[in-house]
């Protein structure tokens, strides 16, 4: 079982940055894949942005050039830096790790408020 605890949101202005951090209780070098995902009230969970074993990574459209996502497996921590922040970004963001023999692991989210 691995834990995965997120940390970092908070409420920021528009234009703003925010680094979201998501800290796992054990290794994560082994997970196939790791991602950031959101819900924002009233809506589904969405996808933001994924970072593969390789270090290959992909964005949704509306976060390309805007956010980056990274991990440092040493550290066992995952992140997805956040710039020139809007309010459609606020959400709850949640990392999610997956591997092909243990499956998939959430966290419990973090509030990320765009707001002036």
């Known amino acids: 079982q691995v834990l995965l605890v997120e940390s970092g949101g908070g409420l920021v202005q528009p234009g703003g940055s925010l680094r979201l951090s998501c800290t796992a209780s054990?290794?994560?070098?082994?997970?196939?894949?790791m991602h950031w995902y959101r819900q924002a009230p009233g809506k589904e969970r969405e996808l933001v942005a994924t970072i593969t074993s390789s270090g290959a990574t992909s964005y949704i459209d509306s976060v390309k050039g805007r956010f980056t996502i990274s991990r440092d497996n040493a550290k066992n921590t995952l992140y997805l830096q956040m710039n020139i922040l809007k309010p459609e970004d606020t959400a709850v963001y949640y990392c999610?790790?997956?591997?092909?023999?243990?499956?998939?692991?959430w966290g419990q989210g973090t509030q990320v408020t765009v707001s002036s």
């Open positions: 999610r790790a997956y591997d092909v023999v243990r499956g998939a692991y």
């Open positions: 054990g290794s994560i070098f082994r997970f196939n894949a």
